[in-house]
């Protein structure tokens, strides 16, 4: 079965630095997507960045920037010039693909401090 | 384009009550997802549907939990009777075949007193 760990329930940094946010997983498929979402407090859940496993180059989306290690099963998340709007929980996920569910991590509860 | 919606956003259910919980998927998302997340634990997978079917309801935890999606729109999920440990907030997610993202929707928070 397919689990997936975060190892920082909580992380802080300060506005404008850059944080890094860990994520690891086990599975024995080749292919599959890895996910961060974001939950900010007491709304929904949005994609931050994905990942598809087939592909060496890690995924950016502006501030936001992944490092995947496929065989350390390792997909950590970068967050750049952090804004106070970042203040959020993440989750990282699994999606083996084709017709099956998220596995989720626990989640970080990252806190940008002024 | 409206996003998946669910209703309501908090309950507050006493042991052994009956609670209904809501989604509406984004339109034309044939894939209709439910998971829960108690408390600072993972959000956990309880099933899957593909229009009106479910495709895997492997993560419902027992048979207090009732899930339909009538006509491959909306989706019910109904407890019954509600324990203490159902507490937590359900998630809906919906996704378009042949595409990667789960949208989700704002969660239902219950709380079983």
């Known amino acids: 079965a397919q689990t997936v760990t975060q190892s920082q329930p909580e992380m802080s940094v300060q506005e404008a630095e850059t944080v890094t946010l860990s994520c690891t997983y086990d599975t024995s498929e080749s292919d599959y997507y890895l996910f961060w979402y974001k939950q900010p407090p007491s709304r929904q859940m949005i994609l931050v960045i994905r990942q598809e496993a087939y592909k060496q180059q890690n995924a950016t989306e502006n501030r936001f920037s992944v490092n995947f290690q496929k065989a350390a099963k390792s997909f950590s998340l970068k967050i750049s010039d952090s804004q106070l709007g970042d203040a959020a929980m993440y989750f990282c996920a699994y999606w083996p693909g084709s017709a099956r569910q998220l596995t989720f991590g626990s989640g970080t509860q990252l806190t940008v401090l002024p | 384009e409206a996003g998946v919606t669910q209703f309501p956003s908090h309950s507050v259910i006493e042991k052994g009550q009956t609670v209904t919980l809501r989604c509406d998927p984004i339109?034309?998302?044939?894939?209709l997802y439910w998971y829960r997340r108690v408390m600072g634990k993972e959000i956990k997978f309880l099933l899957h549907f593909v229009k009106e079917s479910k495709q895997d309801e492997s993560g419902m935890p027992n048979n207090r939990f009732l899930a339909e999606r009538t006509g491959g729109t909306y989706s019910t999920l109904k407890v019954q009777p509600a324990e203490l440990e159902d507490s937590g907030v359900y998630f809906c997610?919906?996704?378009?075949?042949?595409?990667?993202?789960?949208?989700f929707g704002p969660g239902t928070r219950l709380t079983v007193t």
């Open positions: 339109s034309g998302h044939d894939n």
């Open positions: 997610a919906s996704r378009k075949g042949g595409s990667v993202e789960q949208y």
